[in-house]
């Protein structure tokens, strides 16, 4: 990775900045930061791993910084913040950017990354020793190379988003995926992804009814399996379809049990 002053041009390319969050990832961080080694720098913003993560990091050239856990927004913007240069390309720890993607890149750095304040791109994620493209898991664009001048990251914890000035452009090339280590590391983040979401959705006033407990995860079943075509992935297809409706229930059911343990409490 080259230095060069922020906002520079040097080597005859835009200068780049990769921006990736982490914690306990030892065994995904080596190669997410191989596949950014064409960047002018990486920061990684650690969550203060109890593994080897900030050393992969570090041996392998990037700037850490560890920092405490203050939710997926706050900590990637802060990231975007730390790089030193204003076009950033933020990705997570198991996450990797293709050949093709690369290359895409590349050819936009050569050019100054005309015309768009950012630019959003399929991301192919993998389960269970297979790529999935079907059952809304493919394109499933993200938008992670963009101009921090003209955008930010926004939204709602795990629904996070980068917010733009004006609309951007669309790339070709994968960003790769590896979501889940295995069936238990699935449960496991559906378990803490779905409190998470209860308890926003609580705060923000929702609150669930029997029919969401029974309806929503079946209507998710069959969006995935068949109006997505999940079933195409054979039985990966049916275990991400169970998996996906498994997520909506616990979320709704949740909901439901924090609006009755509120009723539990004292009037003020």
Known sequence: MSESRPGATSAGHTPLSACVIAQDEADRIGACLESLAFCDEIV??????????????????????????PGYIAQKDFAVREAKHDWVLCIDADERI????????EALRKRGFPDRPGWRMPRLSSYLGRWIRHGSWYPNRQLRLFDRRRGHWAGLELHERVALD??????????????????????????????IQ???????????????????????????????????EGWRGFVLACMAAHYVRLRWLKLWLLAREDLKKPAA
């Open 166 to 195: 004006a609309a951007p452009g669309t790339l070709r090339g994968d960003l790769l995926h590896h979501p889940y280590r295995d069936l238990s590391d699935h449960l496991a983040r559906i378990d803490r992804y779905s409190t």
């Open 198 to 232: 209860a308890d926003l959705l609580f705060e923000r006033g929702r609150r669930a009814h029997v029919s969401d407990l029974v309806l929503r995860p079946a209507w998710r079943f069959v969006r995935f399996y068949l109006l997505d075509r999940g079933l195409l």
């Open 44 to 69: 990684v913003i650690d969550a203060h791993s109890t593994d080897a993560t900030r050393e992969i990091a570090s041996a392998s050239g990037a700037r850490v910084i560890e920092r405490d856990w």
């Open 98 to 105: 293709s050949d093709g993607l690369r290359d895409e890149i």
